[in-house]
T-cell receptor, first 115, second 114 residues
Framework: EAGVAQSPRYKIIEKRQSVAFWCNPI?????LYWYQQILGQGPKLLIQ????????DSQLPKDRFSAERLKGVDSTLKIQPAKLEDSAVYLC?????????????FGPGTRLTVL | AQKITQTQPGMFVQEKEAVTLDCTYD???????LFWYKQPSSGEMIFLIY??????QNATEGRYSLNFQKARKSANLVISASQLGDSAMYFC???????????FGTGTRLKVLA
């Protein structure tokens, strides 16, 4: 079974530029999560999708971050414009819906450096 | 609201010895799940072990076991016979029923010494 795929793995941009990250969850997983992990900290949930609907985006800085999940499968996270403090690893995860299947499976992450 | 507390920013253990990583949690939900993940320097998050709030027995997965003390709201991870490859960050997380939102702790960095 293929795991969660993310691209790119690394990205370096200058502040005020735009960047987009892509995630392809495990086939059949209804729930998709985007996390931001700043160096030395635990992952912080940015947005959570159930199929193609948003369940929770309370910690998403909506003035600069946006995310979509077209057709309930792939997802894209965008930052526009980027700030220095956006430097972090962006993790995508997916899970089934109920019970123990809520176990999340993580992708390899995208390491973003904003200069 | 849920909260996870990991009070040990860093731990050292000698190879082949056992180590306990602490995790306490706070939730008002009667049904919840507790997870431990390992994050090596490569950055991927690797699932280790799960404990449901209604599970009567402590979870075990190979060298990993979870010391679940519900009354104390603690879910400590025990790694037996530590190996050099166990050196990594370890995160505890909680998921309350009725929500699919995970809350992670700040992590514990484990270093296994040869």
């Amino acid at each position: 079974e293929a795991g969660v795929a993310q691209s790119p793995r690394y990205k370096i941009i200058e502040k005020r530029q735009s960047v987009a990250f892509w995630c392809n969850p495990i086939s059949g997983h209804a729930t998709l999560y985007w996390y931001q992990q700043i160096l030395g900290q635990g992952p912080k949930l940015l947005i959570q999708f159930q199929n193609n609907g948003v369940v929770d985006d309370s910690q998403l800085p909506k003035d600069r971050f946006s995310a979509e999940r077209l057709k309930g499968v792939d997802s894209t996270l965008k930052i526009q414009p980027a700030k220095l403090e956006d430097s972090a690893v962006y993790l995508c995860a997916s899970s089934l819906v109920n019970g123990r299947e809520n176990e999340q499976f993580f992708g390899p992450g995208t390491r973003l450096t904003v200069l | 609201a849920q909260k996870i507390t990991q009070t040990q920013p860093g731990m050292f253990v000698q190879e082949k010895e056992a180590v306990t990583l602490d995790c306490t949690y706070d939730t008002s939900d009667p049904s919840y799940g507790l997870f431990w993940y390992k994050q090596p320097s490569s950055g991927e998050m690797i699932f280790l072990i799960y404990q449901g709030s209604y599970d009567q027995q402590n979870a075990t997965e190979g060298r990993y076991s979870l010391n679940f003390q519900k009354a104390r709201k603690s879910a400590n991870l025990v790694i037996s016979a530590s190996q050099l490859g166990d050196s990594a960050m370890y995160f505890c997380a909680i998921l309350a029923s009725g929500t699919y939102k995970y809350i992670f702790g700040t992590g514990t960095r484990l270093k296994v010494l040869a």
